[in-house]
Every structure is written in C-alpha cells, then in structure tokens.
Nanobody, 116 residues
Framework: QVQHVESGGGLVQPGGSLRLSCVTSGFLISAYSMSWYRQAPGKERELVAT????????DYSDSVKGRFSISRDNSKNTVSLQMNSVKVEDAAVYLC?????????WGQGTQVTVST
C-alpha cells in the first residue's frame, strides 16, 4: 500500500544542479521525519539527508553538507532534495524513506548520472 515514487533524476554535469522529488501514497508523511538515501554500484546504501516532521530540523551527511538541501511539502505529501555543485561521486540511485527504521518501504529510486 505504501508507495514512494522518486523523480527528477537524470544526467548532470559536474558542478551542475538537480532537484529530486519523492511523492508518497498510502501513508501520511506529515507526522514523520523523512530521509533521502543513495546507493551506487558496489557500495552500501548511504543516508544522505533527513528532515523532521515540521521541516525545521535538517541533517546531512558530511559528503553532501553545504551542497544539498532537503525540504518537504506536507500538503503534497512530498519530500525534495536540491542537489547543487554536483560531484562525480554523487552518482547513484536516490531513494526516499520514512526515517524510522520500522517503516521499511522502498521505491525504485531515481538515477542520477554525473558526467561530462
């Protein structure tokens, strides 16, 4: 029933920008912290950013701090990730998730490719 649909991925040049979105159905996200993860081939899934239910508190991994920004629109049941100053190392499939571990729902993610 719970479904995350990520979008906005694509090809971006190093130094460029991209905005990812995640729309959740079958689950009201307004009362929960939400997170963005990413997974690159041969690597473990990495927690990239988290935002609390109100949108007031945000946390980022050291690798993206200062470059990425997480946001949410509870009225649209969506979470976004603004990616700026993109690096080759940012290439991965990006997925959103309800932050608490018990809510183990995953979508297909959206592919971000970084290349000249």
């Amino acid at each position: 029933q719970v479904q995350h649909v990520e979008s906005g991925g694509g090809l971006v040049q190093p130094g460029g920008s991209l905005r990812l979105s995640c729309v959740t159905s079958g689950f009201l996200i307004s009362a929960y912290s939400m997170s963005w993860y990413r997974q690159a081939p041969g690597k473990e899934r990495e927690l990239v950013a988290t935002i609390d239910a109100t949108g007031r508190r945000k946390d980022y991994s050291d690798s993206v701090k200062g470059r990425f920004s997480i946001s949410r629109d509870n009225s649209k049941n969506t979470v976004s990730l603004q990616m700026n100053s993109v690096k080759v190392e940012d290439a991965a499939v990006y997925l959103c998730k309800v932050y608490p571990r018990r809510y183990d729902y995953w979508g297909q993610g959206t592919q971000v490719t970084v290349s000249t």
